[in-house]
């Protein structure tokens, strides 16, 4: 990998020109960049974070943002005015930040809330012509892993051409869902890595493909460092995401594997035989050579014409060979409807989304259940999952999950998110001591309520929350009150 970085490095253009990465987590910029490419101001895929935030500020070069509508007009000045924040070059920023919970969220979805009951931090970031540096440091208090010291967030970058290689702890969300992705998202804490991303998603220029309009790609590999059944293996991960021109559609073809580690297969050969799929034992690869396991499928969000404020989603990400062919065969799907408005000084995004990670056979998963099959692996018996969390939907596998959820965005910058969860956790299987939220199935009402603001004293979230479970092994039910309150200096 050294090799490979001072080749790209001896070879990259020297006009490259870097630009921060917008993390996943932040409501409010995921909700004015999506009120801007469904109203047509911008046009970049938005299903893949991080985000390029060079990708947004080369699409919002428009010749008079005056002529927009009153609620596309204040949603581009919140984002500009957060691209001149983070964008400007040569100076160094320092942010600090505090954190108190009671009940942290286990069941997380794309906002970013405290993991642990206490937590302290401090980041510092720099920009310059070619490179990017975010260090973030994290001190928690009774950690739920055991680590009360944690870098995520920290990265640095340096400038390709048009790609940006990066470094470090980086959340990641792929996928247009709102309440948990099947295959990554931010349930889990990110793990070390390494990652090469598309700067801009200029579309091609042949017109062979350049029916595909704007497109994105990110690859990377990440180190599962954590205490396993098989120790120091790797994630791989590559996704692709595409615009077609006048469709109103954004597709986008993910994939992820785990592979290598302690008596694993770890040289070229294997990892060519992971990303060719020779990985189905007894079908294409005796049963102690296969490389590793695997998920891939595909997403779709289709925003409707612009006179309907509605958009439409699924995701559908298949686990294991079609009877130990080559052929997916195992499906997790999901479902999802957004619809925006605007009321007085609020504009508003609400969703109902429906998620079932439970595999389904079939050619599309319309068949019969398998339980005890999504995020599971015969030789990775930890499963796809990191630090005791799911790495894929934050219900892990076997679980039926319906949410409706809606962000409230005043104009000055205000934010109000609710959400509503209705979830049968590990339905239908046998007792499963791997799973990471209940070994019998768990049926969950959960509600969660949070307000975002800046002050002149820095940034505040706070939240409030509600659950009720019931044990349907047991009988016994739980209730739980939650809450929790961030501040940051900026």
């Known amino acids: 990998m050294a090799k490979f970085v001072l080749v790209l490095l001896a070879f990259a253009p020297l006009t490259a020109a870097a630009m921060p990465l917008a993390a996943a987590g932040d409501m409010r910029l995921r909700h004015d960049l999506q009120l801007l490419n469904d109203s047509g101001v911008i046009n970049v895929p938005l299903t893949a974070w991080p985000i390029s935030l060079g990708d947004i ?14 609620p596309e007009r204040e949603a581009f000045e919140r984002v500009r005015d957060h691209l001149l924040w983070e964008s400007e070059s040569g100076t160094i920023r320092y942010r600090a930040g505090l954190a108190a919970s009671e009940n942290p969220r286990v069941i997380r979805g794309f906002e970013n809330t405290p993991r642990e009951e206490g937590e302290v931090s401090a980041r510092l970031s720099w920009l310059g012509e070619r490179f990017v540096v975010n260090l973030a440091a994290t001190y928690v208090a009774n950690p739920f892993d055991g680590e009360e010291f944690r870098p995520d967030g920290t990265y640095v970058g340096v400038a390709l051409g048009n790609w940006m290689l990066t470094a470090g702890w980086q959340d990641r969300w792929w ?9 990554l998202g931010t349930n889990a804490r990110p793990a070390p890595g390494i990652m090469l991303q598309r700067n801009l998603s200029t579309p091609f220029e042949t017109k062979w493909l350049s029916w595909m309009g704007p497109w994105t790609f990110s690859t990377f590999m990440s180190a599962l460092d954590d205490e396993r059944v098989i120790n120091d293996a790797r994630l791989f991960g590559v996704r692709g995401s595409f615009r077609p021109r006048g469709t109103g559609l954004e597709i986008g073809l993910s994939r992820t594997a785990q592979w290598c580690g302690d008596d694993r297969p770890c040289d070229v050969d294997t990892f060519i035989d992971l990303l060719l799929g020779n990985d189905n034992r007894g079908a294409n690869v005796d049963p102690e050579d296969e490389p590793g396991n695997q998920l ?3 997403d779709i969000r289709w925003t409707l014409p612009r006179d309907i404020p509605a958009a439409l989603y699924m995701q559908w990400i298949g686990e294991d060979g079609r009877g130990g062919g080559q052929g997916i065969g195992s499906w997790l799907r999901q479902f999802g409807m957004e619809v925006r408005g605007s009321t007085g000084s609020l504009t508003h995004r609400t969703h109902i989304e429906v998620s079932d990670s439970m595999c389904r056979e079939g050619g599309f998963g319309f068949s019969d259940k398998k339980p005890d099959c999504a995020y599971e692996h015969s030789i990775y018996r930890t499963g796809y999952r990191y630090r005791g969390r799911s790495i894929g939907h934050p219900g892990d596998g076997d679980t039926l999950s319906y949410s409706i959820g809606s962000t409230l965005v005043q104009s000055a910058g205000p934010v109000w998110n609710a959400s509503l969860r209705y979830m049968e956790i590990n339905r239908e299987g046998s007792s499963n001591s791997r799973h990471t939220l209940t070994p019998t199935r768990l049926d969950v009402y959960d509600l969660q309520i949070s307000h975002e603001r800046q002050t002149l004293y820095g940034r505040f979230h706070a939240g409030l929350g509600y659950s009720w479970s019931e044990d349907q092994a047991t009988g016994i039910t739980d209730s739980d009150v939650s809450g929790f309150i961030q501040w940051s200096s900026n």
């Open 175 to 183: 996928g247009p869902s709102r309440d948990g992705s099947l295959i």
């Open 296 to 298: 891939g499928g595909f």
């Open 57 to 70: 500020q080369n699409a919002m070069q428009i010749d008079d943002a005056t002529k927009l509508s009153g």
